[in-house]
């Protein structure tokens, strides 16, 4: 039997879940959620969540090895790394129990639908669960189905056996050493955390530096922080072919031109993401797929006028505040039309110590042609406390420089630039930087707030937060 809702959101992860509070809780419409697996996607169980939950307890460790720079005699940490990891599920656990628990989501009329769902026409899908199958009509459909770890074609890798960010948080405690594949913000941060808890920790990265969309100045002040942690960072590197020995699993490649291999009991590969598009049925539906995933417009609409898609899937900035603030303006725009639009100005950070937050093009964009009166001015570097380091960019940028969105900032930490407005002014509309001290639910509240304060609903929050959306950085 077929089931008629305003909304069907497939995927109950960051966007999932933030869209359909939105639409059913904000809204009032008739929504039903589909999910595969479990409630809260990459953000809780593979993402956010355990990754920085993994970096507190290494800032425990590194805090307690330096604690002379607080005064205080240092010690070396007794670390039983299973703890750690206990601790990383305690911390999903809450959260699975409070803020994405499927059934706060009941409570609020969602019918919530368990099982693997494919679109199978522009208004109507087909779930098929443990329970049997089910079909849902609907006026408008939004695809929030994530992304997961791309795998690199390296001969020999697949028969080594390597984690991922979806396995490495599975674990029952850390390898004695880890080789990480790749340079990004997941293997940037993982290596931190890995080699402040005491596991000797390698990078291999492609290219000439790590995290390459960032600020390259502030890349240097991480990196050197990277290597006073402990991390042996090689940079150039090709890698070729995966081996098991007797002495761990061997990575042979090429850095800087010369043959080189690294050992290590574990692999961790996180060379980029694949968006979720598989099984879905959007090729038979007539749905646009590119190669970054769902090909969206603006207003975050597929060329299938019903179909929607946010977050991971449509490719455009790979982040929980994005997707959420994605899915909430596929939503208006259904609802609302042409009330939905995206901007592309969205900040992120790297939640490493010292932080690594972006808001703008990098430097090398902000210069490029068309850029007008250009004017550098170096900042002082942030030296309040002995535990950070880091420095602040303001690119060089138009006559515009209040509000062109090319300005950009490189800021540690990202907490302290939000709450000293320096970023703030500087953005568009819908973005500024924040370490949410709250959960999604404030982050939901947040991004409702502005439709709510249209209709005449009093605004839940204080002036300054309406319509920004947020780094997730949920400190665990
Ligand atoms: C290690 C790591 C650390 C990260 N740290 C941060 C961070 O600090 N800050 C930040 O902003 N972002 C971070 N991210 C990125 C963030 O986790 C993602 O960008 C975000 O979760 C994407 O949300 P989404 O809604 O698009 O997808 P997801 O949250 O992945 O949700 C997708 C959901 O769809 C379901 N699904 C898929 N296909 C189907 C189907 N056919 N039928 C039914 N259900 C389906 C999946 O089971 C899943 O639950 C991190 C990512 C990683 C890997």
Redesign the pocket.
């Given at each position: 039997m077929a089931h008629r809702h305003d909304l069907v959101v497939?995927?109950?992860?960051?966007?999932?879940?933030v869209a359909a509070e939105f639409a059913a809780g904000t809204l009032g419409l008739q929504v039903a959620v589909?999910?595969?697996?479990?409630?809260?996607?990459?953000?809780?169980?593979?993402?956010?969540v355990?990754?920085?939950a993994l970096l507190a307890s290494a800032r425990a460790a590194h805090v307690m090895r330096h604690a002379d720079r607080y005064g205080i005699r240092p010690v070396e940490p007794d670390i039983d790394s299973s703890m750690v990891w206990k601790r990383i599920r305690t911390v999903q656990q809450e959260i699975a129990s409070t803020d994405d628990d499927p059934a706060r989501f009941s409570a609020m009329g969602i019918d919530v639908v368990r099982?693997?769902?494919?679109v199978t026409g522009p208004h109507s899908v087909a779930?098929t669960g443990a329970d049997g199958s089910r079909d849902l009509e609907a006026r408008f459909i939004l695809l929030?189905?994530?992304?997961r770890?791309a795998i690199p074609a390296i001969g020999g890798l697949e028969q080594a056996g390597f984690l991922t960010?979806?396995s490495?948080f599975e674990l029952d405690r850390a390898p004695g050493s880890i080789t990480m594949i790749g340079g990004g913000?997941?293997a940037v941060?993982?290596a931190q955390a890995f080699a402040r808890l005491g596991v000797r920790t390698t990078v291999l990265q492609k290219g000439p530096r790590i995290l390459p969309r960032d600020e390259p100045e502030l890349v240097e002040v991480l990196t050197r922080r990277l290597i006073d942690d402990g991390v042996d960072l090689r940079l150039n590197v090709e890698t070729e072919s995966v081996a098991v020995t007797a002495q761990g699993k061997v990575v042979a490649g090429v850095e800087n031109g010369t043959a080189s291999s690294w050992t290590s009991e574990q692999l961790l590969v996180?060379t980029g993401?694949r968006p979720?598009v598989e099984?879905?049925g959007l090729e038979e539906v007539g749905v646009d797929l590119g190669p970054r995933g769902v090909e969206v417009d603006r207003r975050m609409r597929t060329n299938v006028s019903s179909i929607y898609a946010?977050?991971?899937?449509?490719g455009r900035?790979?982040?929980?505040?994005?997707?959420?603030y994605e899915?909430v303006r596929a939503v208006r725009d259904m609802f609302f039309p042409g009330k939905g639009t995206v901007t592309d100005f969205v900040p992120?950070?790297?939640?490493t110590d010292p932080e690594l937050a972006h808001a703008g093009a990098a430097r090398p964009r902000a210069l490029g042609p068309g850029a007008g009166r250009q004017r550098q001015r170096r900042i002082r570097r942030h030296r309040d406390s002995q535990e950070v380091e880091g420095g602040r960019r303001p690119h060089p940028c138009s006559r515009r420089r209040g509000d062109d969105p090319r300005a950009g900032a490189g800021d540690r930490p990202a907490a302290r630039a939000e709450r000293r407005g320096r970023l703030r002014p500087r953005l568009p509309d819908g973005v500024h930087v924040h370490r949410p001290a709250g959960s999604r639910g404030r982050l939901r509240r947040r991004q409702a707030l502005p439709l709510a304060g249209a209709q005449g609903a009093p605004p839940a929050l204080s002036p300054p937060d309406a319509s920004r959306h947020h780094?997730?950085?949920?400190r665990a």
């Open positions: 497939v995927g109950m992860g960051s966007g999932g879940m589909v999910e595969r697996g479990r409630v809260g996607g990459d953000c809780l169980w593979t993402g956010c355990p990754s920085k099982g693997d769902c494919r779930v929030c189905t994530g992304s770890p960010s979806e490495v913000p997941v941060e993982m996180a993401r979720n099984g879905l946010a977050g991971d899937v449509a900035f790979l982040f929980t505040h994005s997707a959420g899915a992120w950070c790297t939640f780094l997730c950085g949920r």
